[in-house]
C-alpha cells in the first residue's frame, strides 16, 4: 500500500544521511515547511515540499495532515519498563527526608522491587509491561530499551528477560534488551559480592546466551552498588557472549565508570547527574554516547546532568527516559526533552535531536529509526496545530501529540 501524506506543516528531523551528533551537530535540526510524504510496506520512501511535484496514484491511500508538525517518534533508549508494582510509600519516604541510598539501605529500592517481582508470574509481567508499553506508544515512543535487573537470581532475571522477548515479538516498535543481572547486591549474596559475580558470571550469562535473551549488558556501577573493577569484570564476561556494555554510570557519584565505559567501547554511559573533568573529557569525542536522564535527576532531586558542556565538549549526547518505580515512575518522553531544555539549557533542536537521531544510536537502530530518512520505519509523531517546533518542549505538560503512526499506520 502506497500512502501520501500531505499538508504537513513542518516535517522535522529530515535526514538524507543518518549518522550519530555530536557536539554543535546537534543544534542542527533539519525541516520542511508545507511538506509532503511517502510510505510504502511501513517505511518513508520519499518526501519534500508541497510547493515541488507531490508523488500520488489513484491507487494511493492520502492522509491530509492538516498542518500538524511530525517528527520521528521518540526512541527511548533506557528503560527498566518490566517491573511488579509501584513503589509510591518510597515516593512519601523521600518527602519525609529519607535518601535514595538511605532507602536502598533498608531494604527499599531495587530490592522491594525485586521482591514483589519474583511472585509475579511471567504473564501478569508481560500483561502489565505490554500495557505500559502501549500508553508510552500513544505519547510518541517509537523504538524501546528494557532492562532485566530486578530479578537478581537466575530465575527471575531469565523472568524478565523472557518478558522483553515477548514484547520484542508482540510489539510493533523495535524494542532491545539489556541484562542488568548486576543491578544490585541480592539479599542472600549481601557479604559476599564475589558469589553473586560468579553467578552472574557462571550461570546467569551462559543461560542468557543460550536463548539469545539479551542485547546488552548492564551494570549498576555506583559507590555501595558494583566498583568500576567489578563492572568491568561483569561487561568482559558479557562481552565474551556478543553482548556490548551499556551501563549506568556516573549517577550518585563520579566513580569512574564513564571513563570504563568509554574503555570498553560501550554503545551509551546512562544517568551521568555526577560528571568530574575525567569524565567529560572521557567523552569528548568519543563514540560511546553519554545517555542523560533528565527525569531520574528531577525526582531524585540530584543536580541535573551538564548537558552544556558535554556538548562543548563534542560528546554524543541522547535523552532517555529510564522509566522505573524507583527514580523515574514515568516514561513520558516529551517531558523529558521539555526538562531538559528547561533545566540543562538545550535548545529544543539538540534536545529533540538527543531524543530521536541519538536515542536511535544509542540503541543500534540509527539506520531504522531516529529521523525521517528514506528506508527507515515510518514511526511518527503528529502533532495539534503548533506554531513552530520549539513550541513542543516550551508548553510542557501540555500534551500537544494529535496521532502516532506506528510502521505507516495511525495506532
Ligand atoms: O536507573 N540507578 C539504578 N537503577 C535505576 C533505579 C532502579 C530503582 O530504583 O528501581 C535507575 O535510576
Ligand atoms: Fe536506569
Redesign the pocket.
Known amino acids: 500500500m502506497k500512502i501520501l501524506v500531505n499538508h504537513i506543516a513542518q516535517l522535522v528531523n529530515t535526514r538524507t544521511r543518518s549518522k550519530v551528533l555530536r557536539g554543535n551537530e546537534l543544534a542542527e535540526l533539519p525541516m520542511i515547511n508545507n511538506a509532503w510524504l511517502t510510505i510504502e510496506n511501513g517505511c518513508i520512501t520519499g518526501y519534500g515540499s508541497m510547493s515541488e511535484p507531490v508523488p500520488g496514484g489513484r491507487d494511493w491511500t492520502i492522509i491530509d495532515a492538516g498542518g500538524a508538525t511530525v517528527l520521528p517518534a521518540w526512541c527511548d533508549s533506557h528503560t527498566?519498563l518490566v517491573f511488579a508494582a509501584s513503589r509510591e510509600e518510597e515516593f512519601v519516604d523521600k518527602i519525609n527526608g529519607l535518601s535514595y541510598a538511605a532507602i536502598a539501605a533498608k531494604g527499599g529500592?531495587?530490592l522491594n522491587?525485586a521482591r514483589k517481582l519474583a511472585t509475579m508470574s511471567e504473564d501478569a509481567l508481560y500483561d502489565a509491561a505490554w500495557n505500559r508499553l502501549q500508553s508510552l506508544m500513544r505519547l510518541g515512543t517509537g523504538a524501546i530499551e528494557i532492562k532485566s535487573g530486578y530479578g537478581l537470581d537466575t530465575n527471575n532475571e531469565l523472568k524478565m528477560l523472557r518478558v522483553i522477548r515477548r514484547l520484542k515479538a508482540t510489539a510493533p516498535i523495535p524494542v532491545k534488551a539489556s541484562f542488568l543481572g548486576a543491578?544490585t547486591y541480592p539479599l542472600a549474596y549481601k557479604d559476599d559480592h564475589e558469589g553473586y559475580i560468579r553467578l552472574i558470571l557462571n550461570e546467569m550469562l551462559p543461560a542468557i546466551a543460550r536463548e539469545g535473551l539479551a542485547d546488552y549488558i548492564d551494570v549498576?556501577c555506583e559507590e555501595g552498588f558494583f566498583s568500576v573493577e567489578e563492572t568491568e569484570t561483569i561487561c568482559r564476561a558479557g562481552m565474551q557472549y556478543g553482548l556490548k556494555p551499556k551501563i549506568?554510570a556516573n549517577?550518585l557519584h563520579a566513580s569512574g565508570g564513564a571513563e570504563l565505559g568509554v574503555e570498553l567501547g560501550a554503545v551509551s554511559v546512562d544517568?551521568l547527574e555526577s560528571m568530574n573533568a575525567s569524565a567529560i573529557d572521557a567523552l569528548s569525542g568519543a563514540d560511546t554516547i553519554g545517555t542523560l536522564l533528565p527525569t531520574?535527576a528531577f525526582f531524585l532531586r540530584m543536580p541535573f546532568q551538564p548537558a552544556r558542556e558535554l556538548i562543548n565538549a563534542n560528546a554524543a549526547i541522547a535523552l532517555a527516559s529510564?522509566f522505573?518505580?524507583?527514580?523515574?515512575p514515568s516514561g513520558n518522553m516529551n517531558f523529558v526533552v521539555s526538562l531538559s531544555c528547561i533545566q540543562m539549557k538545550l535548545l529544543p533542536a539538540e534536545a529533540i535531536n538527543a531524543a530521536t537521531i541519538n536515542g536511535a544510536y544509542a540503541m543500534e537502530l540509527g539506520d531504522t529509526v531516529g529521523s525521517i530518512t528514506v528506508g527507515k520505519k515510518a514511526n511518527l509523531i503528529f502533532t495539534q496545530p503548533i506554531p513552530s517546533v520549539n513550541y513542543l518542549p516550551y508548553a510542557f505538560g501540555t500534551n500537544l501529540i494529535h496521532k502516532v503512526m506506528i510502521n505507516g499506520a495511525f495506532i
Open positions: 527498566h529500592g531495587i522491587s543491578h549498576f549506568h549517577q544517568h531520574a529510564d522505573n518505580p524507583g527514580s523515574s
